[in-house]
């Protein structure tokens, strides 16, 4: 059994979880690939390791990852997850995230649980969860070889430029134009991200559904619309300044207003691993605290 390791280092990951993991893994035999900026950031202490009496094999890049390897981890919050869509992009690796971060909906298992994660994929005793993805389609190329996003794709107009009109199409017919900062399409996953934060819904993983959420639209009857994923939203984007901030999660492009774009459910999905006792209403709970009474709580 082999699997990778993925993290962006930094200050959020210590050398001693990185060890704690490689240990955990190579003690039930599953043999660790370490992204090759991590293992290079901590390469002193994972030689000090008394475990690791030979060289662990890494990886660069999505390249690098094929059918052989079994799951991917990733260590951070739910940012760096949003990372690993790149890097597994259709090949359906599974995918475990281990929460180092703050909120943490996808990335929802603690660093305190790492020994139950491995003993969870030695035995494949977890649960994969499927999450489909949104695609994006221009009339020029964008984003390169991964025109695709887990959480949203959004428009947004530049930093202090006024706010711009974005004509919006359902299968060719006229929507609506929504004169805002900008616009969210979610998918179902990425309704607790960013959609969430301006007022739109929490939609269940299994829906098949995208979510429009307008960002501080200029009408206040303007509202968030759930449409099937099996539309195309297309759209047409006018202001004062002649680009535009395009982003697919956490990745962003510079765009003329003339270039057309279209949102469309891509044709694979992300393998989302989850142990069997974590499910959606569980980590709405523990997120959000749904059904706590906070008041006077020390």
């Known amino acids: 059994m082999k699997v990778a390791i993925y993290s962006r280092g930094g200050e959020t990951v210590q050398a001693q979880d990185l060890i704690n993991l490689t240990e955990a893994l190579l003690n039930a035999g599953i043999t660790p690939v370490m992204y090759s900026a991590l293992k290079y950031q901590f390469q002193a202490e994972l030689s000090a390791s008394s475990a690791h009496t030979t060289v662990l094999d890494s990886f660069a890049d999505a390249n690098d990852l094929d059918e052989s390897f079994d799951a991917l981890i990733s260590l951070g919050g739910d940012g760096t997850l949003l990372d690993t869509v790149c890097l597994v992009r259709d090949k359906m690796i599974p995918v475990l995230g281990i929460n180092f971060g703050r909120l943490g909906f996808l990335a929802s298992l603690g660093k305190d649980n790492i020994d139950e994660a491995v003993q969870s994929l030695k035995a494949r005793s977890h ?30 107009k530049r930093e202090f430029s006024p706010m711009i009109k974005i004509h919006t199409y359902l299968n060719g017919e006229f929507l609506n134009t929504f004169w805002s900062d900008g616009l969210i399409v979610s998918t179902p996953t990425g309704s607790t991200g960013y959609s969430l934060s301006c007022n739109g819904p929490v ?66 999905c992300f393998n989302l691993v989850r142990l069997n006792e974590n499910n959606f209403l569980k980590t709405l709970r523990e997120k959000l605290t749904w059904g706590f009474d906070t008041r006077n709580r020390q």
């Open 203 to 268: 939609i269940f993983p299994d829906s098949e559904s995208f979510v429009i959420t307008p960002i501080a639209p200029h009408n206040l009857n303007i509202r968030p619309i759930v449409v099937p994923n099996h539309h195309v939203i297309s759209f047409e984007v006018e202001g004062r300044v002649d680009d535009f901030i395009c982003t697919l999660d956490s990745r962003k492009e510079l765009v003329d207003k003339s270039v057309q774009l279209a949102i469309k459910k891509e044709q694979f």
């Open 127 to 156: 649960v994969l969860d499927k999450r489909g993805l949104l695609h994006l389609d221009a009339s020029i190329p964008l984003f390169g070889n991964e025109p695709f996003a887990l959480n949203e794709f959004t428009i947004h």
